[in-house]
């Protein structure tokens, strides 16, 4: 670990017989997880591409999955870990976590000089080599930048996701933001005391390992219902995916700040709404949410769990909170900032390239329904009716 945080530049001065750039591809669980561990105290990587993050994926899912590191002057610099998904008759390499995983930056050392095209096509040739299988890498909602470093991805080209992430400046605090925001506050106290007439409430955060399955349970709950009404395949619904989860969060519970975090409203001593939220820098990332709907659903407890949460995320000093993938009404109620991601495809074989075409006029198409309001209405209203089939990973 001692090894991994050294400055490069220093090493490189006692070390010039080795060669400038190495890379070393791992497909077997401990040792993919060991190289990846070693960047995780001298790097910065997003939450859905933290060792915690593909350590917990590996060990719940079991994926056919590759990781591929890559050193300068034997010091790691940086490491991309892929798993790979049959898609019809073509083998693809994605981030682990498929739609789940979002804002994607592999750790890249905070010492390492900038990548070259050189050092990427390296990695990338040596992950061909390895599992000469793959037809293509497909690397979606990339972030351009975390902390002021440049996502080495983004020289192989890329193209602009479909769905935006949108976020909130918590730049003035608290009392500034909701000077933006017409009637948040009075809002906010009416529910208070409608949530007290029924019952009472308080807003829980999970800090046990017991408290995390409570709020996990309630959410996968609460995420099935809505899904099965909105026509949607369950994206949270297999065993593996829910115990990746699970594992995720409890995990986290033993880091002094832990970097996963689940938060509930509970009214009458039932939880109406649950979020789950990632940290990320100065940023608060709420990663996933629902609503229990039943007769306080009209509340929207949602609304309001939201409310205090961005509140305690002013007091401890987040610049943004970030309610990331997806356009929602209700995030647009509370969001000023809207964030690109980026899509890098990469074909491997020919058959990757097919491929690669087929999914950026796809990617077209859905960017195009989403921007047109008449057009997603309809996409929407037919996935209730089941006549359309929506992918969701």
């Not at 399955?213 to 909105?230: I, V």
């Not at 980026?342 to 006029?361: E, H, K, N, Q």
């Amino acid at each position: 670990m001692k090894e991994a945080g050294r400055n490069i530049a220093a090493v490189a001065r006692t070390a010039a017989d080795e060669p400038r750039a190495s890379v070393a591809v791992h497909c077997t669980p401990a040792a993919a997880i060991a190289a990846y561990r070693t960047l995780e105290h001298c790097a910065t990587f997003s939450p859905a591409q933290s060792p915690a993050w593909v350590s917990a994926w590996i060990g719940e899912i079991k994926p056919d999955f590759v990781v591929a590191s890559l050193s300068h002057y034997g010091v790691p610099s940086y490491a991309l870990a892929l798993e790979i998904v049959r898609r019809g008759p073509f083998r693809v390499a994605r981030f682990m976590g498929g739609h789940h995983a979002n804002g994607n930056f592999s750790p890249l050392a905070r010492s390492a000089p900038p990548l070259s095209r050189a050092n990427l096509h390296d990695l990338i040739a040596s992950i061909g080599k390895a599992r000469p299988d793959i037809d293509l890498l497909s690397l979606e909602r990339v972030a351009d930048s975390i902390q002021d470093r440049t996502n080495p991805l983004m020289a192989l080209g890329c193209r602009q996701s479909p769905n935006p992430a949108l976020a909130i400046d918590l730049s003035g605090g608290f009392d500034v933001l909701l000077e933006r925001m017409s009637g948040k506050r009075k809002r906010n106290r009416s529910q208070s005391r409608k949530f007290e007439a029924a019952g009472g409430f308080r807003v829980v955060t999970a800090k046990t390992p017991d408290e995390a399955s409570r709020l996990l349970e309630a959410f996968f709950a609460m995420k099935q219902e809505r899904f099965r009404k909105m026509g949607l395949p369950d994206v949270f619904g297999a065993p593996e995916v829910r115990r990746f989860f699970h594992r995720l969060f409890r995990e986290a519970l033993a880091e002094k700040n832990p970097p996963f975090v689940l938060e509930g409203l509970e009214v009458a001593g039932q939880l109406r709404a649950v979020t789950g939220s990632s940290r990320c820098g100065g940023r608060l990332v709420c990663e996933f949410g629902a609503i229990r709907e039943d007769e306080l659903s009209r509340l929207s407890p949602g609304d309001f769990l939201f409310f205090d949460s961005i509140r305690r995320a002013c007091e401890k000093g987040f610049a943004f909170y970030d309610f990331s993938v997806g356009d929602e009404p209700y995030k647009r109620l509370w969001c000023d900032v809207e964030i690109t991601h980026y899509d890098v495809l990469v074909p491997m074989t020919m058959r990757g390239s097919i491929l690669a075409r087929a999914m950026r006029a796809k990617s077209r198409l859905k960017a195009f329904v989403k921007r047109n309001s008449i057009a997603w209405r309809l996409t929407k209203a037919l996935r209730r009716r089941g006549l359309i089939r929506s992918e969701q990973s």
